[in-house]
């Protein structure tokens, strides 16, 4: 029991010495660069299913341009 308490007495004064509770809730909780790369994966996420659209509709182009050329 009093080694219980000694012992978390002991955790909270090194905890505060080296700051580990700042560090601990830095580590934890999402913090403006964690905000700014989720973003930025959205964008690309985004970005990505653009360029596949696009690359579609190219098949699709030349598709029907293979197609014209069988008719002339």
Avoid at 10 to 26: A, T
Avoid at 50 to 65: G, Q, R, T, W
Wanted: proline share 1%; glycine share 2%.
């Amino acid at each position: 029991m009093l080694q219980g308490i000694i012992i978390k007495k002991i955790v909270n004064i090194i905890m505060k010495q080296f700051k580990l509770d700042e560090i601990l809730k830095y580590v934890q909780e999402p913090n403006e660069l964690d905000k700014k790369v989720k973003a930025m994966n959205k964008t690309l996420n985004k970005y990505g299913k653009y360029i596949e659209n696009v690359e579609k509709d190219i098949a699709d182009l030349k598709a029907i341009k293979k197609k014209l050329k069988l008719f002339k």
